[in-house]
């Protein structure tokens, strides 16, 4: 069973909707979040970050991390043509740890 | 500044060829990594370099060795590369010991191994 599980989709969404994102792991100890996006052919860009258990907005961006249940979303309102990409969970136990676990990646197409 | 550069952008090189892939950043960054990534995978780390030393590598063939002449500079050889070598090759930095450590990625290079 992997670390980080998540769903790689693909998944597509007219321009507009609510694009859902999770990712789930097995390890208890991680206790820092991360979702990067990554356009193609380019290098991962951090989106959100979060510790607590709880939801963070940024904008157009939620992110949402339930410790108890181990399982963490993004959610993304109002979604544009350009936040298509593959959109990646990563997790880390300490905040200095240098490796992070990266889950799958989920692809997002957001048609106009 | 906050950006990671990398050189160069495409990289075609049989196997027994010797090449090196270049990574810069001048964000004050102590900690600086390289990772490969495969189509459609996340990316896998091969090296971390913290304060100029080698913290961690990932049990990486010696075919790929990393270098580290200073903060700023990291660098990739490649030796006797494989064709399943082949892929995106992804420099990232951050703070170092101490800090959140959130990790910058550079745009990567796309090395093809023939």
């Known amino acids: 069973q992997k670390e980080v599980e998540q769903d790689p989709g693909p998944l597509s969404v007219p321009e507009g909707a609510i694009v859902s994102l999770n990712c789930t792991y097995s390890?208890?100890?991680?206790?820092?979040f991360m979702w990067y996006r990554q356009y193609s052919r380019k290098g991962p860009e951090l989106l959100m970050y979060?510790?607590?258990?709880g939801n963070k907005e940024d904008g157009r961006f939620t992110a949402q991390v339930d410790k108890s249940s181990k399982y963490i979303s993004l959610f993304i309102r109002d979604s544009q043509p350009s936040d298509s990409a593959t959109y990646l969970c990563?997790?880390?136990?300490?905040?200095?740890?240098?490796?992070?676990?990266f889950g799958a990646g989920t692809t997002v197409t957001v048609r106009a | 500044d906050t950006e990671v550069t990398q050189t160069p952008k495409h990289l075609v090189m049989g196997m027994t060829n010797k090449k090196s892939l270049k990574c810069e950043q001048h964000?004050?960054?102590?900690?600086m990594y390289w990772y490969k990534q495969k189509a459609k995978k996340p990316p896998e780390l091969m090296f971390v370099?913290?304060?100029?030393?080698?913290?961690i590598n990932e049990s990486v063939p010696s075919r790929f060795s990393p270098e580290c002449p200073n903060s700023s500079l990291l660098n990739l050889h490649l030796h006797a590369l494989q064709p399943e070598d082949s892929a995106l090759y992804l420099c990232?930095?951050?703070?170092?010991?101490?800090?959140?450590?959130?990790?910058?990625f550079g745009p990567g290079t796309r090395l093809t191994v023939l």
């Open positions: 990563a997790m880390k136990r300490l905040p200095n740890d240098y490796k992070l676990s």
């Open positions: 964000m004050g960054h102590r900690a």
């Open positions: 979060t510790y607590s258990s």
């Open positions: 390890n208890s100890a991680f206790q820092y």
């Open positions: 990232a930095s951050s703070q170092g010991a101490g800090g959140w450590n959130e990790q910058f």
């Open positions: 370099y913290s304060y100029e030393k080698l913290s």
